[in-house]
């Protein structure tokens, strides 16, 4: 694969079904100095004429390097889940998941579907604006006009909190957010007990109380612990699937309880039998209830009790309850600082019982889910839609609820036109009626006329029909009918005759005869919503699945705040410029896919020419350091387009027009991590056409630049090293010894399964079966090379001590690095402002692992957070004993330089690290460690690889290479 491109599929992430720029991109004249051609074939114009058309100006090149040298910066798919529905493992990828859901949901098995529809998409996040909560529990700043850029708000996400509770509602959104690890520390470690709750919840109550008294609202003023004593509340049971009784009868007693050991909720209440003497388990309350019942149950010993109102027709949905509460404390209990807290927690419970009661109570999860992304990006993002785009995103609360979840069934398939007699999901009743609402309303584009099918359309079309009826098409139309051609064989004879005006006039009617209605999202609301995507999630590889994938367990994300204080888009036309962007990367990776190389070189001319233009206008970037915000802006967008495309070409040997990519990315980023592989792939495009001096002069001038790191800096001296020799260069560089130190080197000698050039190298080990070398060097280092213990791990088990170690200073409050409830890592790790902004906090941090707590923060991390993602760690690959144990044989000196290291340039540094971990216990209750590169018989470390050995050594560890090489034969 050409460098840069992974980057790029990552940028672009989930295609789109069409560019709605696209045509405009392409038929903007272009200035642009690149002579990027080819020939009517679609190939490269000849070697010669290119390089006479484009060759670098060498006296020009030579004054650019003097000043360089001045000091002037001139260049400057995967693991399988298990179905809910079905059992089958599946792909865990978000587009297989949804997809295979959305296959299970419509199967005939109506058991199956309601099982299924309870468990989709249901989390924190759900139906805010009528559950009456306060969404997501995050606390969010946003810049508003009338605001300073120094003050920080509240976003709410419901509207039935009033205006005049929002400082109260501040407080207790901090006190749910930051005290949500202290909730899982209190119901995961029996060794905390009731004084540290106490403790957790006093300690926020301070400043509940000092808001609160701000506040004007007069009909809770005065609620007392008496007051609600004997109150009635109407809710409901949910989770019945997780029930242990199935069967509830009429007016069956219940009792409340809290379940503080609940992985999905730690605020979890259960609902159990009263009249049972095991306590049977009946059910849940409602998650957005639960939030604000549970501190009231636990801070002033609360009991509720009850009864079952209704019992449903169906074992599984949700049984109406009515609850009332026995005060266990007297008012004259209650300290002052816990009073505002207290009216505010049971004023959130009857908002959520009166929002549940009036509300839609058969709103499917995804169907909310989807409403609460788009309400929280029109929210945060009002100033990026014109009024138009406004209104047509607010008019989907308008619809029906059939038709909202029949437009977010087909919104997250892969369509883009869909054969209604082919859709059907039990949730939707009406679906002629959805259909016609939003085809009315501009959401659905439908093809029930001849007329209105396109050419652009047909193929799509004709993909609706099954073989037979392709069959059946072309044997009325009397052409030649093979019943052995498969099916995109007889579409495209189809087309053929369909673009040759053969059939314009009767292959639509067939196809419409046999297929009904057809209908696809409209361009109008696929734009607006993948826009809303990403803004919501801010990178193309999340979607709505993220919110299945939260609630099905098998992503479970970390707790944090989002404290935003900073649009990232401070206006349209950024927003629009990064769109575009985005458009022409995913231009360049399908002309990549379909070998299209007019259409790259055309990609590469449209980016180069945009790139600079764009960096101008984006003022915000900090000139000395990258921040979160850089990575949404146009200019980036088109340095990974170009930064492929120079691969590309050099890949074609057209290394002039390189050399002018490379020298505009340079000129134009002058504060970039990749700009050590610029410089380093332009030092060896200038020697691929013959210009050593300058090449030399290139790789010199790299060296004095700051961003140039790790293995990239190690490859440029090495590289130093090389051309400057006698007679270019006299005089050796100070660096020479450095980077010529000895790594110790061991020699394990196998018996060879293959010796293929190009495979990877396999061995018999000392059981006889076959094993890669790296499993051959840990059988010699446990037997004859000293009863090592240990992992073949590279980087990962690095990354995973880095996070389980770091993680409080990770997911610390930072502003502008948190957006959503579904990041796995601040938006700045791989940035330096990540180590700048956090100085304080991580050098006291590594200070204690240095002296000594690391393995108390790995313990505590583990058992606190196992299972949620987080990037680097790998809760599988690794066991808590192999862990400690690495940890307890590093020492803590070695592991405070490693973390700084990661944490001051974790792009930089969080690949290329040693293959094996080995590690041992002398007698003393101490240890030592040893980091192994291990290389098969015609490998050879690379320079990351080089530079990691060289840093390990520096602080401390005891590194070597093993090298695995064939037993002699005997003739």
């Known amino acids: 694969m050409l460098r840069g491109r992974e980057s790029l599929i990552r940028l672009v992430g989930k295609r789109r079904r069409f560019l709605p720029t696209r045509q405009s991109i392409l038929s903007t004249p272009i200035q642009s100095p690149l002579n990027l051609c080819t020939d009517k074939d679609g190939k490269f114009a000849s070697i010669e004429s290119s390089e006479a058309s484009s060759m670098v100006d060498i006296s020009d090149t030579r004054n650019k390097m003097e000043d360089f040298e001045g000091g002037k910066k001139l260049f400057d798919k995967s693991e399988k889940v298990t179905c809910p529905v079905c059992g089958n493992k599946i792909t865990g990828d978000c587009s297989s998941v949804n997809s295979h859901l959305d296959m299970c949901l419509s199967s005939k098995s109506a058991k199956k579907r309601k099982l299924t529809q309870r468990t989709l998409l249901q989390m924190n996040f759900c139906s805010q604006s009528e559950s009456g909560h306060i969404g997501n529990d995050i606390l969010l700043a946003s810049c508003d006009e009338n605001i300073g850029r120094n003050d920080n708000h509240v976003l709410d996400n419901f509207k039935g909190v009033e205006e005049n509770n929002s400082v109260l509602s501040n407080s207790v959104l901090r006190l749910k957010s930051a005290s949500q690890i202290q909730i899982d520390d209190v119901s995961k470690n029996p060794n905390y007990g009731n004084n540290t709750d106490d403790a957790m919840i006093d300690r926020h109550s301070i400043s509940v109380k000092n808001e609160a008294s701000n506040t004007n609202n007069c009909c809770d003023v005065h609620t007392t612990l008496d007051d609600i004593s004997g109150v009635v509340l109407e809710t409901f049971i949910v989770g019945r699937k997780f029930s242990d009784e199935k069967e509830i009868n009429d007016r069956a007693g219940i009792l409340l309880q809290r379940d503080p050991h609940n992985v999905k909720d730690p605020n979890a209440i259960k609902v159990i039998s009263a009249h049972s003497n095991d306590s049977k388990v009946f059910g849940f309350v409602p998650r957005e209830l639960a939030q604000y019942l549970s501190p009231l149950i636990e801070k002033y010993c609360l009991s509720f009790e009850g009864h079952v109102t209704v019992v449903p027709k169906h074992t599984l949905d949700a049984v109406p309850i009515q609850i009332f509460c026995h005060k266990a404390l007297s008012n004259e209990m209650l300290e002052d600082d816990n009073v505002e807290l207290f009216r505010y927690l049971w004023r959130n419970v009857k908002q959520v019982i009166g929002s549940t009661k009036h509300g839609r109570s058969g709103t499917a999860k995804y169907q909310q889910n989807f409403c609460v992304l788009v309400q929280e990006v029109l929210k945060n993002n009002l100033h990026l839609f014109l009024d138009d ?280 980023f002058t504060c970039d991590g990749r700009r050590g592989y610029w410089i380093l792939r332009l030092s060896i495009d200038l020697e691929h056409i013959g210009y050593h001096d300058e090449s030399l002069s290139v790789a010199e001038s790299g060296l004095l630049d700051t961003w140039v790191r790790a293995g990239l800096r190690m490859a440029l001296q090495r590289r130093v090293l090389r051309l400057g020799k006698p007679p270019r260069r006299w005089k050796t560089p100070s660096f020479a010894n450095l980077v010529k130190r000895k790594i110790d080197e061991v020699h394990v000698q196998g018996r060879p399964l293959n010796s293929v050039i190009g495979l990877k190298s396999r061995f018999y080990g000392e059981d006889d079966k ?202």
């Not at 008019?395 to 883009?416: A, H, I, M």
């Open 770 to 971: 076959q094993c890669g070398v790296e499993q051959l060097a840990l059988q010699y280092y446990a037997g004859e090379g000293g009863g090592w213990h240990g992992i073949h791990t590279e980087s990962g088990i690095w990354l995973t001590i880095f996070g389980l170690l770091m993680w409080d200073v990770m997911f610390s409050d930072v502003p502008n690095v948190f957006r959503n409830r579904f990041q796995t890592a601040p938006l700045d790790l791989e940035t330096d402002s990540f180590y700048l902004v956090r100085k304080s906090s991580i050098e006291s941090h590594l200070q204690k692992i240095h002296d000594g707590m690391a393995e108390e923060f790995l313990i505590t991390s583990w058992e606190l957070h196992t299972g949620t993602a987080c990037r680097g760690v790998n809760w599988n690959r690794h066991t808590l004993s192999e862990l400690r144990a690495a940890v307890v044989c590093i020492g803590g000196p070695c592991l405070a330089l490693l973390c700084r290291h990661l944490a001051q340039d974790y792009q930089s540094w969080s690949r290329g690290m040693p293959d094996l971990l080995l590690w041992r216990f002398n007698g003393d209750f101490t240890g030592e460690a040893k980091l192994v590169e291990v290389k098969g018989p015609r490998d050879k470390l690379s320079e990351q690889q080089r530079a990691w050995l060289l840093l390990l050594m520096d602080c401390g560890f005891n590194t070597e290479v093993c090298k695995v090489s064939p037993e002699p034969t005997t003739s």
């Open 389 to 668: 785009e406004k209104g047509f995103l607010e008019s989907f609360n308008s619809f029906s609820d059939d038709s909202q979840r029949l437009f977010v069934r087909l919104y997250t398939r892969k369509g883009p036109w869909f054969r209604m007699s082919n859709v059907f999901y039990s949730e939707i009743l009406d679906l002629v009626k959805a259909i016609k609402e939003l085809s009315a309303s501009g959401y659905f584009c439908s093809f029930e006329d001849t007329n209105e099918l396109l050419y652009d359309d047909m193929n799509y079309i004709l993909n609706l029909l099954n073989v037979s009826e392709l069959r059946e098409i072309m044997c009325l139309l009397k052409q030649s009918c093979n019943f052995g051609t498969r099916k995109r064989e007889l579409i495209a004879s189809l087309l053929s005759s369909y673009k040759d005006n053969e059939l314009c006039s009767t292959l639509p009617s067939m196809i419409l005869e046999r297929t009904g209605t057809c209908v696809k999202i409209s361009s109008k609301a696929e734009l607006l919503l993948w826009r809303a995507e990403r803004l919501f999630f801010l990178n193309g590889e999340q979607d709505l699945s993220s919110f299945l994938l939260a609630d099905l367990g098998i992503i479970k994300y970390p707790t944090y705040n989002c404290v935003i204080t900073e649009q990232i888009f401070s206006n349209r036309n950024a927003l629009l410029a990064y769109e575009e962007a985005i458009e022409v990367a995913q231009m360049i990776d399908q002309a990549l896919d379909e070998n299209d190389n007019e259409l790259v070189l055309r990609c590469i001319k449209i980016s180069e020419s945009r790139m600079c233009n764009a960096k101008a206008t984006e003022t915000s970037m900090s000139e000395t350091m990258v921040t979160p915000l850089t990575c949404f802006s146009a200019s980036l967008v088109y340095s990974k387009v170009l930064t492929l495309g120079t691969s590309f070409l050099e890949r074609e040997r057209r290394y002039n027009e390189a050399i002018n990519l490379l020298k505009r990315l340079l000129e134009c």
